[in-house]
C-alpha cells in the first residue's frame, strides 16, 4: 500500500461504507457495515463488487460504550481487537488496539475541542448541515512507549465523509492491517462527527 491512504463514506447511506484507496487511487478495500444486527458486524472486502472478503469485524456485546470489536480473517482466525474506552472517550475519543487481549497500541483524539465544538454548533438548525467543513477532528495511534505509528484526519467535506491516513513507522503486514482495521472501525463508530 502506497501512504497517505484516503477513506471516503458517504453520511447519509442507510448501510455506512467505506472506500479506501492507496495515494495512486488503487483499492485497497471496501467496507461495509451490516443493518438491523443487535451485535455490529462489519465486512471488509479487497473492492466494491464485494467477490473477495478480506476480513470481519464483530462486536462482542450488543451496542455499548465499552464494546470490543474482533478482527477475523476471512477464514475466521481472529489477529486483533479495538475498544473504545467508555469513560476516557467522553471528551476525547480513546481506542484501545489489543492482540491477544492485551493493549499494544492505543487512539486518541488529537483536540477534544473539537468534538465539543462540533456536537454543539451541530444542534443549530442550517448552520449545523455545514460543520464538516469546520470541524475536523484528527487521531493518533501510537505505540504504549508513546511513538506515533499513524494518523487519520478528516477532510472538509459536505455531505460525506473524507479521510487521509498517513503511516510514520514501518510495520510487519498484520500489524499494519490490524492498525488499519482499528481506523476504519473507529471511522464507523465516530462517523457522524465533522
Not at 121 to 131: D, K, Q, R, W, Y
Not at 134 to 152: A, C, I, W
Not at 157 to 183: I, N, R, V
Request: net charge negative; charged share 25%.
Amino acid at each position: 500500500m502506497q501512504y497517505p491512504l484516503s477513506m471516503t463514506f458517504k453520511i447519509m447511506a442507510l448501510a455506512p461504507q467505506i472506500y479506501v484507496h492507496d495515494a495512486n487511487g488503487d483499492s485497497v478495500c471496501y467496507v461495509k457495515q451490516k443493518l438491523l444486527k443487535l451485535k455490529e458486524a462489519v465486512n471488509v472486502f479487497s473492492d466494491s463488487t464485494q467477490q473477495n472478503l478480506l476480513c470481519q469485524i464483530k462486536a462482542d456485546r450488543i451496542i455499548d460504550f465499552s464494546a470490543k470489536y474482533q478482527f477475523e480473517d476471512a477464514q475466521g482466525n481472529p489477529f486483533g481487537t479495538v475498544g473504545r474506552k467508555g469513560a476516557k472517550s467522553i471528551f476525547k475519543a480513546h481506542y484501545d488496539v489489543m492482540k491477544d487481549g492485551q493493549p499494544v497500541m492505543n487512539i486518541t483524539e488529537d483536540n477534544g475541542w473539537v468534538k465539543v465544538l462540533d456536537a454543539t454548533v451541530g444542534e443549530l438548525p442550517i448552520i449545523g448541515m455545514f460543520t464538516g467543513y469546520f470541524f475536523n477532528p484528527s487521531y493518533t495511534l501510537k505505540t504504549l512507549d508513546g511513538q506515533e505509528v499513524m494518523r487519520l484526519k478528516k477532510e472538509p467535506a459536505f455531505l460525506e465523509g473524507k479521510f487521509t491516513l498517513e503511516k510514520f513507522m514501518d510495520l510487519d503486514e498484520e500489524t499494519e492491517l490490524q492498525c488499519l482495521m482499528s481506523f476504519l472501525m473507529m471511522t464507523l463508530l465516530e462517523r457522524k462527527r465533522g
